[in-house]
T-cell receptor, first 113, second 115 residues
Framework: DVKVTQSSRYLVKRTGEKVFLECVQD?????MFWYRQDPGLGLRLIYF???????EKGDIPEGYSVSREKKERFSLILESASTNQTSMYLC????????????FGDGTRLSIL | AQSVSQHNHHVILSEAASLELGCNYS??????LFWYVQYPGQHLQLLLKYFSGDPLVKGIKGFEAEFIKSKFSFNLRKPSVQWSDTAEYFC?????????????FGTGTKLQVIP
């Protein structure tokens, strides 16, 4: 079974802090994704990566950056956390190709105070 | 831009009732359609998917979905729901077969099944 592991289940940070969310997958998947999940808004794509060091902006990239130095690891960075970034963050991975389903981690519930 | 619409935000059913959750997609080219489910406290997992062929696809746990191209719809169905089907359901479309995929999700439908 594919395992997507997010480093923290719950995280509390302060406004202005730089925040790192880490995600690791164990199935050698080419694609990795970061979403935020908010009530009534579903899943919104922040960034995705289709290869090491490659990234593309999703629908809501403002205030975020990403890093993929190794194939199995995809990091989401909040450069200067703000209260409107309080949310549930989901990481996913998949094989290359539009027909491949995504495999999700358990999520990180991030609160910015 | 690619979009996926789920018009039912919250559905409440009694056990043994039939379920149909609506999903409409906007992209008119290649479709790669998915339904995912998120049980309380768990991660999202795949229910079923459709790319081509028989427009009626069967998934896990007795769920099925019908692709109707003329209506741009991919509705999820289950003949008889159980309390354990209480979850949030998401429709998604990746809309193409490139080496990488940008997946668009709907806003989700929360299903509550009353025993």
């Amino acid at each position: 079974d594919v395992k997507v592991t997010q480093s923290s289940r719950y995280l509390v940070k302060r406004t202005g802090e730089k925040v790192f969310l880490e995600c690791v997958q164990d199935m050698d998947h080419e694609n990795m994704f970061w979403y935020r999940q908010d009530p009534g808004l579903g899943l919104r794509l922040i960034y995705f990566s289709y290869d090491v060091k490659m990234k593309e902006k999703g629908d809501i990239p403002e205030g975020y950056s990403v890093s993929r130095e190794k194939k199995e690891r995809f990091s989401l960075i909040l450069e200067s956390a703000s209260t409107n970034q309080t949310s549930m963050y989901l990481c996913a991975s998949s094989r290359a190709g539009g027909q491949q389903p995504q495999h999700f981690g358990d999520g990180t519930r991030l609160s910015i105070l | 831009a690619q979009s996926v619409s789920q018009h039912n935000h919250h559905v409440i059913l009694s056990e043994a009732a039939s379920l149909e959750l609506g999903c409409n997609y906007s992209y008119g080219g290649t479709v790669n359609l998915f339904w995912y489910v998120q049980y309380p406290g768990q991660h999202l997992q795949l229910l079923l998917k459709y790319f081509s062929g028989d427009p009626l696809v069967k998934g896990i746990k007795g769920f099925e979905a019908e692709f109707i191209k003329s209506k741009f719809s991919f509705n999820l169905r289950k003949p008889s729901v159980q309390w354990s089907d209480t979850a949030e359901y998401f429709c998604a479309d990746s809309g193409g077969g490139r080496g990488y995929q940008k997946v668009t999700f709907g806003t989700g439908t929360k299903l509550q099944v009353i025993p």
